[in-house]
């Protein structure tokens, strides 16, 4: 009985699956593998190493004479299901250039001491990149039985063995191995060697951290600070050390931010910028840093540092998304002031946009109406993404105050923000300004209900003013493609598009182009076979990029009975287009070319249906093909295509 | 319109339009140049972002010319283990900037040694991404790196751990994540207008366990023309071939026995639903695949379903989110389909826009700048490639795993556990 295939074989043994595995090639398993295999079981299965490979048909590859390719792929195998007895087989192979990764990739996975002693063992007796690729498989293992062996090849004369011990060391993570590189960094004097040992220290230190040891942790980042280290090595303890001391680091992390180095101040930013972050955060630790990191701003501020201060503002926005404290969102609010240079104020504006809430509404508000353009877009930017019902109230009430200057921003900050807020523009569709009326036409493209899309009907079709007609068509478009009731918003503008103007009915059918659905379909079959050529233009123009299958039929009509005549080729190839691109049932699909080649007068037009039925291939087209063989002018092209079509749908025969 | 990237404005975009202004009148800074925020087209060279590509293959290519799009990068050196490809990048290099400056190297250690260069590149195979990250970031430079970013479990969360310690700037590349159209798709899904989500779905093309094999031996060309040693880096040693050294693209894709397109595209579009979810950390049980489903599950009881077929024809790497209020499935067509036109709000498709991934080296370097983090940050990453690791895991045990997120362990399943990591072939580590 054959065992079932298993994904991870099936790539292996087949070249189709995985190009690099051509058929002439072995691969990874060959005729010897199994030879080997039948040679020393007496029970074995017949097959080649795999995942179902017993452990003992695996070590059965590794003592016979199997080429290096099996033993290789057999270590693979042994790393999943490898025991302790693998051990004696695979430990040969650490002293062998071409097979010793292999051999750890089992040793790193074999559970229990057995794997671990044969990695120690070998470290005493390897040099080189052999040794360095066992001391690496030590340290993933977390071989804390090897910290001794580790130690000594800190100071190993192979700088690549000093390296990876002490790397190692740093994995293993012990206080014993933290105090061993700690005393290797405070006497070593090279920096090549220096190096390697802090960037060991710091792992070391973060893992010490993470498992709760941070006062070990900062005892260790502080030697690695102390040492002549690179900046990155001091930046990243720095970063440790502030991250481990909490809210006892701040006065650090204050001091790195000032710091001349652009690595050690650029290290400060991105810890300011996460430290105390997230849900489960420290909440008062979290204040503690937005009020450091505040004060830095002030500071920045009112020295030569406005750059710094810009950056900062973003670092608190950051740490503030969705809802600042409030001392944060007092103190922004306060920087949005016209006193301020305006780099501050844009970055105060900014920053409130994303960390601010109901209560600095205000500031902005007044900012939006500010002379300097930019200030102003700024701040309206900022007012329409802030969270929350009560910035909609805030702005709802203003309304009602405010002047024909202010009114503008208001109405527009109604429209970004998305309120809920007809009933109070409606009224200002008839106000004097005539900024007023553009503004509110708009805000209700993304407002309005279905219930009064007639006012932007109107305003499209009938505008007072040309800005103001031009507002109404893009608002129209916008309140009608967003309506839940598709039909029900097809309907009104079909209804309306009765009494428009000639003009206004193009406008409308644009409109309902977008919005799509039974009713527009209807409206532009109307409007196709209405007799009136602007509206044939449009209908057939719009119908010639519909979304939907459901255009087809009206098309076929118009491009074979448009009382006119002037748009039936554009017509066709709409329904030429559909047939090409649509996702259709074969014998739909077949039917629709069997039409369109007996209502296509031009050769070109026919030429493009054939193509549609050798691109999808069936019984169905190949039926229409062999019809259109018959078709004057159409025979030879036709013939190939049908050739085409059955040699792809019929399989070809075996030889033999 | 942003002149240097054509982009639409964004939440991003508006920042950086808010310092590039907030600069404007300031001194010259100390962490963020204000011309090196483009404030006048010029870009002073002591102003620029100095980077350096490694591995600039096809996909590297097409990074590259979004790199050098942008007027604050100065495009110092180009590693390659390949000479003709060495030769090839630097005369786009100094084609673009004008001059022979470009250095090239061999060893990518050289180039991460230059304390100019401030920002890298990766974009070579999948064998070294993982790795060679991990040894910039403790370079102290910031990294653009192709995905799939890792090869395994424990090298997923030993790369997050790197990035957080060294405090560097890293940007996967998933440019989805600066794509408008994904962007709105996915925060229709985190901002509750779907309703509470139910499902996400990812496009894995294809759910296949792979390995790269050891192809016959063939002499092994001198270093200085094709460097084998270099080229196999971390995985395990096999003879040279030159087939395997021409199939970077997929040479030890997901390391030992797992990976395939589980991990090419999951790094994409898993990504992408790991953002719709909030970008909370991965799912806690992975079945095998059936009938071309792999479900997984999150710890709230969403499910992640990696799924071949029933797509909406939107083009490659399709996403689709389901709510209880509403659905919305996009692809790299750059088009929607939503359950209702309400969730546009009055937008059309073709409005929220899709490519150039421009966008997302773009948001790199703008970070670079601030310190921020990039939308495909270290924790996103993370998050996308551990399920896409264990989903692998599943697929190659064919049966259910369970993954405990407080110890990233798989419950009471050695097999499952001796799958999350690989030992490095020497003398590499990270």
């Not at chain 1, 941070?214 to 001091?234: F, P």
């Amino acid at each position: 009985m054959s065992r079932p295939q298993h994904p991870a074989e099936a790539t292996i043994m087949t070249p189709t699956v995985q190009p690099m595995l051509a058929a002439s090639s072995p691969a990874w398993i060959t005729r010897a593998a199994v030879a080997a295999i039948l040679a020393c079981l007496t029970t074995a299965a017949l097959a080649a190493p795999g995942p179902h490979s017993s452990e003992a048909e695996l070590l059965a590859v590794l003592r016979g004479d199997a080429p290096e390719a099996d033993k290789a792929i057999t270590c693979k195998f042994l790393a999943i299901n490898g025991s302790p007895a693998a051990v004696p087989d695979l430990t040969p192979l650490l002293a062998n250039p071409k097979l010793a990764s292999w051999a750890r990739i089992a040793l790193e996975a074999i559970p229990g001491d057995e794997a671990a002693g044969a990695l120690r063992a070998a470290a005493g007796k390897l040099d080189g990149r052999l040794l360095v690729g066992v001391v690496n498989s030590l340290g993933a293992r977390r071989d804390k039985a090897s910290v001794p062996l580790l130690a000594g090849k800190l100071s190993a004369a192979d700088a690549e063995v000093a390296a990876a011990s002490a790397w190692s060391l740093g994995r293993i993570a012990t206080d014993e191995a933290a105090t061993l590189l700690a005393g290797a960094i405070e006497k070593t004097p090279a920096a090549d060697r220096l190096d390697p040992l802090a960037a060991a220290a710091v792992l070391c230190a973060a893992t010490l951290q993470a498992a709760g040891n941070a006062e070990k942790a900062v005892t260790l980042y502080g030697v690695v600070r102390d040492a002549e280290v690179s900046d990155q090595r001091k930046a990243e303890a720095i970063r440790g050390t502030i991250i481990a001391k909490g809210a006892a680091g701040i006065p650090l992390l204050v001091e790195t931010l000032r710091s001349p180095s652009r690595r050690l101040a650029n290290m400060a930013i991105v810890t300011a910028r996460d430290l105390a972050r997230g849900e489960t955060a420290d909440k008062p630790l979290a204040a503690a840093v937005d009020a450091a990191v505040l004060e830095e701003i002030k500071a920045a501020a009112t020295g030569n540092a406005v750059p710094r201060a810009v950056v900062l503002m973003d670092v608190l926005a950051e740490r503030n998304a969705g809802g600042a404290s409030e001392p944060v969102g007092t103190a922004l609010a306060g920087m949005v002031s016209a006193a301020n240079p305006k780099p501050i104020r844009l970055a105060a504006i900014e920053a409130l946009g994303r960390a601010g809430n109901a209560a600095v509404v205000g500031p902005l508000l007044v900012a939006s109406g500010d002379e300097d353009i930019g200030i102003a877009d700024t701040a309206r930017m900022a007012v329409s993404t802030l969270p929350g019902e009560a910035v909609d109230k805030g702005i709802k009430g203003q309304l009602a105050k405010a002047d024909a200057a202010a009114l503008p921003a208001l109405v527009e900050l109604i429209g970004r923000r998305r309120i809920n807020a007809v009933a109070e523009l409606l009224p200002l569709l008839g106000h004097a300004d005539g900024k007023v009326r553009t503004a509110t036409i708009v805000a209700l493209g993304p407002t309005v209900d279905l219930a009064n899309l007639e006012v932007l009907v109107t305003a499209a079709t009938a505008p007072k003013s040309l800005p103001e007609g031009e507002a109404a068509r893009t608002s129209l478009r916008e309140a009608s493609v967003r309506m839940a009731d598709r039909e029900g918003c097809a309907t009104k503008l079909a209804a309306a598009l009765e009494k428009a103007s000639a003009e206004a009915k193009v406008t409308l059918l644009d409109v309902l182009g977008e919005v799509g659905g039974t009713k527009a379909v209807a409206t532009m079959a109307a409007a196709g076979r209405s007799g009136e050529e602007a509206l044939e233009d449009a209908a057939t123009r719009l119908l010639g990029k519909w979304m939907t299958a459901d255009a087809a039929p009206v098309l076929l009509e118009l491009a074979t009975a448009q009382p006119g005549g002037k748009f039936k080729t554009r017509a066709l190839r709409g329904y030429i287009r559909i047939a090409r691109q649509f996702v259709l049932p074969d014998d739909q699909r077949a039917e629709m070319c069997r039409k369109a080649l007996a209502a296509a007068a031009e050769a070109a037009d026919r030429k493009a249906v054939l193509e549609i039925l050798v691109r999808y291939p069936s019984a169905a087209t190949l039926a229409v093909a062999e019809e259109a063989v018959k078709l004057p002018g159409l025979e030879a092209e036709a013939t190939k295509a049908a050739d085409d079509i059955r040699a792809r749908v019929q399989p070809a025969k075996k030889a033999g | 319109m942003s002149p240097a990237t054509g982009s639409k404005p964004s939440r991003r975009a508006s920042r950086r339009a808010f310092l590039k202004a907030g600069l404007a009148a300031g001194a010259a800074p100390m962490i963020v140049p204000s011309s090196a925020l483009g404030l006048d087209g010029a870009v002073p060279p002591s102003e620029r972002i100095v980077v350096g590509g490694i591995g600039i293959g096809n996909r590297g290519g097409y990074d590259l010319g979004c790199f050098l799009q942008q007027p604050d990068v100065q495009f110092a050196a180009v590693c390659d283990v390949k000479e003709r490809r060495r030769a090839h990048v630097k005369g786009v290099v100094d084609k673009h900037h004008g001059n022979a400056a470009c250095a090239t190297y061999r060893d990518f250690r050289e180039l991460l040694d230059r304390p100019d260069i401030d920002a890298v590149l990766i974009a070579t195979g999948p064998n070294w991404h993982g790795l060679m990250a991990m040894l910039a970031a403790k370079a102290g430079k910031d990294i653009y790196c192709e995905k799939p970013c890792t090869k395994n479990i424990a090298e997923t969360l030993a790369h997050r751990d790197t990035m957080h310690r060294s405090g560097v700037v890293f940007q996967a590349g998933t440019q989805r994540r600066n794509l408008p159209h994904f962007a709105f798709a996915c925060e229709l899904a985190r901002t509750g207008r779907l309703g509470s989500m139910k499902r996400v779905y990812a496009h894995p093309a294809g759910m296949r366990a792979m390995t790269s094999g050891w192809l016959p031996e063939e002499p092994l060309p001198d270093a200085a023309v094709d460097d084998w040693d270099m080229y196999l880096g971390p995985a395990a040693w096999r003879p040279y071939n030159g087939r395997t050294l021409g199939d970077g693209f997929n040479f030890e894709k997901g390391g030992g026995l797992v990976g395939g397109g589980v991990l090419e595209w999951g790094s994409h579009c898993v990504d992408l639903c790991q953002w719709a979810v909030n970008d909370c950390p991965p799912p806690v049980e992975y079945s095998p695949p059936k009938n071309d489903e792999l479900v997984c599950r999150y710890a709230d009881g969403v499910e992640l379903v990696f799924r071949e077929k029933g797509w909406i024809p939107l083009g490659s790497c399709p996403v689709r989110f389901e709510g209880a209020d509403g659905w919305v499935e996009a692809g790299d067509s750059g088009k929607m389909v939503l359950s209702s036109p309400e969730l546009l709000a009055g937008r059309k498709v073709e409005e929220i826009g899709g490519y150039p991934a421009t966008f997302h080296v773009r948001d790199f370097l703008d970070c670079v700048k601030t310190r921020a983090k990039p939308k495909g940050n270290a924790e996103a990453a993370c998050n996308a490639h551990l399920a896409c690791h264990a989903a692998n895991i599943a697929i190659y045990l064919q049966r259910p795993v369970k993954l405990d997120l407080a110890t990233y362990a798989f419950v009471d399943d050695e097999a499952a556990n001796r799958l999350r990591s690989e030992a490095r072939r020497e003398p590499w580590f990270a």
